[in-house]
T-cell receptor, first 116, second 109 residues
Framework: GEEVAQTPKHLVRGEGQKAKLYCAPI?????VFWYQQVLKNEFKFLIS????????ETGMPKERFSAKCLPNSPCSLEIQATKLEDSAVYFC??????????????FGSGTRLTVV | QQPVQSPQAVILREGEDAVINCSSS?????VHWYRQKHGEAPVFLMI?????EQKGHEKISASFNEKKQQSSLYLTASQLSYSGTYFC??????????FGKGTRLSVIA
């Protein structure tokens, strides 16, 4: 399809619980990016994939966050043992290239994670 | 390193013009511009590649000064639909796309 599909739209978890977010990129886009947007609107890069391979994971808090992009499955972002500070909107974006030349990055509508 | 956007916020009346600036301390490969409306996903507006080009999209255009590592987004004859938060994103070397803190634009009738 021509849109990046993210599910669920909203997710509420108690502190310490696991959260799993999904992203189906646009068909034909080789790159997937995950960003965290906190209340002040700032975007924090988490991780990117080139097909099913991790391309850049410099933004991932590795002790609790993990992500995968497997063939023929939506990409996923998983947070083990959520903390209050993980509350944010998580955006997935896809692109034909890392640089986004031409059409930029296409963002999904996001998953709002609330940790209580 | 995060690019710096200015101004942080601007209020316009319909028909007025605005300029949003984005600057970086790093040598840039490209600059992206996105608009995000409240509660929605960022939407891609345009990309500027190094070379000092200028691009246009209806009444929204942008320039990229490679020597100064600065980009500016120009909104002319603003419409109510232009309201939202504008983000620049910068790419340099092998770093991921890094976004500025955004400029909130409000267009009023």
């Amino acid at each position: 399809g021509e849109e990046v599909a993210q599910t669920p739209k909203h997710l509420v978890r108690g502190e310490g619980q696991k959260a799993k977010l999904y992203c189906a990129p646009i068909k034909g886009h080789s790159y997937v990016f995950w960003y965290q947007q906190v209340l002040k609107n700032e975007f924090k890069f988490l991780i990117s994939f080139q097909n099913e391979n991790v391309f850049d994971e410099t933004g991932m808090p590795k002790e609790r966050f993990s992500a995968k992009c497997l063939p023929n499955s939506p990409c996923s972002l998983e947070i083990q043992a959520t903390k209050l500070e993980d509350s944010a909107v998580y955006f997935c974006a896809s692109s034909q290239s890392r640089s986004g030349n031409g059409n930029g990055y296409t963002f999904g509508s996001g998953t709002r994670l609330t940790v209580v | 390193q995060q690019p710096v956007q200015s101004p942080q916020a601007v209020i316009l009346r319909e028909g007025e013009d605005a300029v949003i600036n984005c600057s970086s301390s790093k040598a840039l490969y490209s600059v992206h511009w996105y608009r995000q409306k409240h509660g929605e996903a960022p939407v891609f507006l345009m990309i500027l590649l190094k070379g000092g080009e200028q691009k246009g999209h209806e009444k929204i255009s942008a320039s990229f000064n490679e020597k100064k590592q600065q980009s500016s987004l120009y909104l002319t004859a603003s419409q109510l639909s232009y309201s939202g938060t504008y983000f620049c994103g910068t790419l340099s070397g092998n770093t991921p796309l890094v976004f500025g803190k955004g400029t909130r634009l409000s267009v009023i009738a």
